[in-house]
């Protein structure tokens, strides 16, 4: 099984609002990644964490708040957002650093 | 500076028409190169890891071949459901876990 389930699939929030992104993955891997994609554009990392430590940090705006409560699970909360931070935000899970990393089927944002 | 680039940007084929992606890549020691295929609204589907220059991967219609400086995805035969993204992506060395992607091609395949 390399099944990597995020909720929500859709989100639409206001700027004022704070909300939580969930990711998670049961296949006993010690990597895992949140990406952000806008439409016609590649994944851009924001953040990994790596044996549930936060080892990569992209210069993500501080409104963008990870979280990995542990192996299996990892959030992202969100607070002021802003109408440009709507994309699909995906997140990703890895047995490692140099082996491949499977993706969920993202949280479409939408910020109002 | 890590960089990956992909080739063509969009690429339409007739059903049966075989053809190649191109991804040429310059990283400071790569630990590995992937394929990704993503449909309109949904998170990539891993294709294929490739680790060293000479090594190639097959799965159905598709093959994936590396060399020192790039990587081809060979689509023989393809069908109107092989139309989706493909996306490249290289680790570079330095232990860090960070995936480097390239823009993608979109691909269309017409009966």
């Known amino acids: 099984d390399t099944e990597v389930t995020q909720t929500p699939k859709h989100l639409v929030m206001g700027m004022t609002n704070k909300k939580s992104l969930k990711c998670e993955q049961h296949?006993?891997?010690?990597?895992m990644y949140w990406y952000k994609q806008k439409a016609k554009k590649p994944p851009e990392l924001m953040f990994v964490?790596?044996?549930?430590?936060?080892?990569i940090n992209e210069s993500v705006p501080s409104r963008f708040s990870p979280e990995c409560p542990n192996s299996s699970l990892l959030n992202l909360h969100l607070h002021a957002l802003q109408p440009e931070d709507s994309a699909l935000y995906l997140c990703?899970?890895?047995?490692?650093?140099?082996?491949?990393?499977?993706f969920g089927q993202g949280t479409r944002l939408t910020v109002v | 500076e890590d960089q990956v680039t992909q080739s063509p940007e969009a690429l339409r084929l007739q059903e049966g028409e075989s053809s190649s992606l191109n991804c040429s890549y310059t990283?400071?020691?790569?630990?590995?190169l992937f394929w990704y295929r993503q449909d309109p609204g949904k998170g990539p589907e891993f294709l294929f890891t490739?680790?060293?220059a000479g090594e190639e991967k097959e799965k159905e219609r598709l093959k994936a071949t590396l060399t020192k400086k790039e990587s081809f995805l060979h689509i023989t035969a393809p069908k109107p459901e092989d139309s989706a993204t493909y996306l490249c992506?290289?680790?570079?060395?330095?232990?860090?876990?960070?995936?480097?992607f390239g823009a993608g091609t979109r691909l269309a395949v017409h009966p």
């Open positions: 990703a899970s890895s047995q490692d650093s140099g082996t491949e990393a499977f």
């Open positions: 296949m006993g891997h010690r990597a």
């Open positions: 964490y790596s044996y549930e430590k936060l080892s």
């Open positions: 990283v400071s020691g790569l630990r590995g």
């Open positions: 490739l680790y060293s």
């Open positions: 992506a290289v680790q570079a060395g330095g232990g860090y876990n960070k995936l480097i």
